[in-house]
């Protein structure tokens, strides 16, 4: 027994000196385990979940080597259910305990045997009769039998803790009750006040001196520290009334005084005193509070000043502003009501606001404002004082009177007659406006300044294919072309500047086909002459763009054309003179050595006749290229595809046209790659190879010999022939392929400007490309690229 009474006084000794009830519980069972020789001490804390009571796992002591439970979570948020007959037990205050294996609850005694758990002891903990939770001793070695004292001890440790929970909990409503009290007299501002009017003696709280911005140290605690610090204007009227209070003149003793700050300025306090009096009814003390409501009063004087404003504002309106009783019974009127109908408002209070109208009555008011209690807007005639009635536009909204909490009506009355005449007019302006636009061939449409179509004619179908609502309150830019979108987008702000344009572009229809229009546009203002919209008018163009695009062509064409036959003739009459003209030199110099020689010697002969064979070949050639170029603008030229082995092709080009060249230079001929049969014009491939091998030639004399290269690719075979010449200039490079023209650096050398457009006019024919690279005096590289095939064995006539 002696180890339970330690286990007791240890308990109750940390129960007693422990700060945190934490930290007191958890030394409470370490005590009660450690002494009492058991394996296993701990509690339970309950908890109601969704309604449910359950059990939570808080606090263990485990003897060493025993298995803690704390923190298994299996052990915690588990209801009583689980464990029949524990709760039924324990809530009546009384103590579980015995041997597992003895146990009827069969959950139970499955459960503690899992655990290692022989015997057992649950005590249950009551704070202020409320079921708190419960200490459980396990022993996990032995079958231990728990005696009754044994267990009446134990009981009575849970007793002190439950009492050590309730004086927490007391404490800690103490506590806040009084943290609720201070902030209450903090926050209101309050402080207190006794005033001994048999002694005269005086105390103020701390925050009485606070208030006044001093502290207690400070300032006496005296009734002249009170009366000095008093405005000398209210000093004369507190007096007067804490008198009549002293004197039962008046039964009551409150107000509001301004009282000097220490940093010099008044604050507003408002004051109040309960007398105490002694047996005889004669006053011995008063008791009181002061607030400082100087934020208050503050507010007051700028709600007054607000108030002034705002009369100030109502009255200045150019609108009747009203309240009424929900009867419409007539409370306020501001002083509009007289200007807008001629009656005084002191004659109008308490009348039917509803009476000085012609079509709209209270109950018709009432019954709108029954099935919605927003705003409503009506359209009424008001009849004023000289029997003549004007529209108005009445504003009513139902509302809380604060002061008494009562609905009443408010609203404004807007003088609206100019208006409604403006609108008939403009109704009829309108009318007339959609009979134009519905009778007229274009389509009219109306916008908002940011494009959004908010008007469109009928005829929208009949032109673009769209309904006029499937355009409604939807940008325009989505059924225009992506291309003059741009363009369109300026223009459209040019016309928001005032600026009106004439526009033209393609329309999507909805068929998809897109068709051109032209649209001119006109801006809509308002009054203040601010831009509120834009209408325009657009008609179908179609026919008359393609008929413009077919007249640019024809112009294109013939100028084209001009510039040909401008070319041809420049070209024509300077490549013809000067060849006849060597000629016919050599020929009188050929009869001029037959008339003054007996003997023709045959040297002079053959340089003569070599003279005249070179003009004539060159005159040839000429010749040729024009005949060529002739059948290809006249659409008269024809290819015959056939297959061609291209190494054999070149080598025969070469031996037939460029074995006797007079400076004795050869073509070089280079091949890689696994050459494949193609299948192309044997023509058209001569005509451009000897175009291009010629030049090559003509531009290099002087220099090494020409190479021809040929790489056979996957999809594609390769020519180049390169020369190391005269070269390009690079700034003419763009005009190397117009007919008749020629380089400025070649003015010394024959040549008649068709070469390069022939073979790029072939190369096209075949599919082909042509391209140059060329580093002026050092070398020019022209590079084709042919498919392998064409269709073959087919004569084609080659239209442009």
Not at 153 to 161: G, L, Q, W
Not at 406 to 428: C, V
Not at 486 to 511: A, W
Request: charged fraction near 25%; hydrophobic fraction near 35%; include cysteine.
């Amino acid at each position: 027994m002696n180890h339970l009474l330690k286990a007791i006084s240890e308990a109750n000794n940390h129960l007693l000196k422990e700060y945190s009830i934490t930290h007191a519980l958890q030394e409470c069972i370490t005590a009660l385990g450690s002494n009492t020789l058991v394996d296993r001490c701990y509690i339970f804390k309950n908890e109601i979940k969704d309604g449910v009571l359950i059990l939570n796992y808080e606090y263990e002591w485990c003897k060493k080597d025993v298995t803690p439970f704390i923190g298994n979570p299996e052990l915690s948020g588990i209801p009583y259910d689980v464990f029949p007959g524990l709760l039924e037990t324990l809530i009546q205050n009384l103590p579980l305990y015995g041997l597992v294996r003895e146990s009827e609850n069969v959950l139970f005694r499955e459960t503690m045997e899992m655990q290692g758990i022989k015997s057992y002891l649950f005590t249950p903990i009551f704070s202020n009769d409320e079921f708190w939770g419960w200490i459980g001793f396990d022993d996990c070695e032995t079958e231990r039998i728990w005696q009754e004292e044994e267990v009446n001890v134990i009981h009575t440790v849970a007793r002190n803790i439950g009492i050590r929970l309730n004086q927490d909990k007391v404490h800690f409503e103490l506590e806040s009750a009084l943290d609720e009290l201070n902030f209450y007299m903090k926050s209101s501002k309050q402080a207190k006040w006794e005033w001994n009017i048999i002694t005269g003696g005086v105390k103020f709280t701390y925050y009485w001196f606070e208030m006044l911005g001093f502290t207690p140290e400070e300032l006496e605690e005296s009734f002249e520290t009170w009366r000095n610090r008093i405005h000398p204007d209210d000093l004369s009227e507190i007096e007067q009334n804490l008198s009549n209070y002293i004197n039962k003149i008046s039964d009551n003793y409150s107000g509001v005084v301004r009282m000097l700050h220490k940093l010099g300025h008044y604050v507003w306090i408002k004051y109040s005193g309960i007398m105490i009096t002694d047996n005889f009814g004669v006053a011995t003390k008063i008791v009181g509070t002061h607030i400082d409501i100087s934020e208050i009063k503050e507010k007051e004087i700028e709600l007054a000043q607000q108030r002034n404003e705002y009369d100030h504002l109502v009255n200045s309106l150019a609108e009747v502003i009203f309240k009424t009783e929900l009867n419409g019974d007539i409370i306020f009127l501001n002083s509009q009501w007289e200007k807008t109908t001629g009656y005084k408002i002191n004659q109008c209070i308490h009348q039917n606001l509803f009476d000085y109208f012609e079509n709209i009555t209270s109950e018709i008011i009432e019954k709108q404002l029954e099935e919605s209690s927003s705003t409503k807007l009506f359209e009424a005639q008001l009849v004023k004082k000289n029997g003549h009635k004007i529209w108005v536009l009445l504003i009513l909204t139902i509302q809380t009177d604060i002061r008494n909490n009562k609905k009443i009506a408010i609203g404004s009355i807007t003088d609206i007659n100019d208006t409604i005449s403006l609108k008939n007019e403009l109704e009829i302006s309108e009318q007339k406006f959609r009979f134009i636009a519905e009778n007229t061939s274009d389509l009219i449409m109306q916008h908002r300044p940011d494009g959004i179509v908010t008007y469109v004619s009928s005829n929208c179908e009949k032109l673009i294919g769209y309904k006029p609502h499937e355009l409604l309150n939807k940008s325009p830019y989505l059924i225009l072309h992506p291309d003059d979108l741009e363009r369109i987008k300026i223009q459209h702000k040019n016309i928001l500047n005032f600026k009106n344009e004439i526009m033209t572009f393609r329309v999507r229809r909805k068929d998809q086909e897109y068709i051109w229009c032209e649209t001119s546009s006109n801006i809509i203002l308002n009054s203040n002459k601010e831009i509120i919209g834009v209408q325009t008018s657009s008609r179908d163009i179609t026919e008359r763009v393609k008929d413009q695009e077919e007249i640019k062509l024809a112009l294109e064409k013939e100028r084209e054309l001009n510039e040909l036959k401008s070319g041809f003739v420049t070209m024509a009459s300077h490549q013809f003179r000067t060849p006849l003209s060597v000629i016919f030199s050599n020929v009188e110099l050929l009869n001029y050595k037959i008339n003054t020689k007996k003997v023709i010697i045959k040297d002079d002969v053959e340089v003569i006749t070599n003279r005249i064979g070179n003009e004539v070949n060159r005159m040839t050639e000429l010749m040729n290229n024009i005949l060529v170029f002739g059948e290809y603008e006249s659409n008269n030229l024809k290819i015959e595809i056939k297959e061609i082995l291209l190494s054999d092709f070149i080598e025969k080009l070469i031996e037939t046209y460029f074995n006797n060249e007079k400076d004795n230079r050869k073509l070089i001929f280079e091949m890689t790659g696994t050459e494949k049969p193609i299948l192309s014009d044997e023509s058209l491939l001569i005509h451009i190879l000897n175009n291009l091998i010629s030049n090559a030639f003509k531009y290099s004399k002087g220099s090494s010999n020409p190479i021809l290269k040929i790489d056979f690719d996957q999809s594609y075979f390769k020519i180049q022939i390169i020369d190391f010449g005269i070269g390009i200039i690079p700034k003419e490079t763009k005009h190397l392929f117009k007919s008749f023209y020629r380089g400025s650096n070649t003015s010394t050398i024959q040549g008649s400007g068709l070469g390069l457009i022939i073979a790029k006019q072939f190369t096209e024919l075949l599919n082909g490309t042509i391209s140059i690279s060329s580093k002026i005096d050092e070398m020019t590289v022209v590079s084709l690229k042919f498919p392998y095939k064409q269709k073959k064995n087919r004569l084609t006539n080659i239209k442009k």
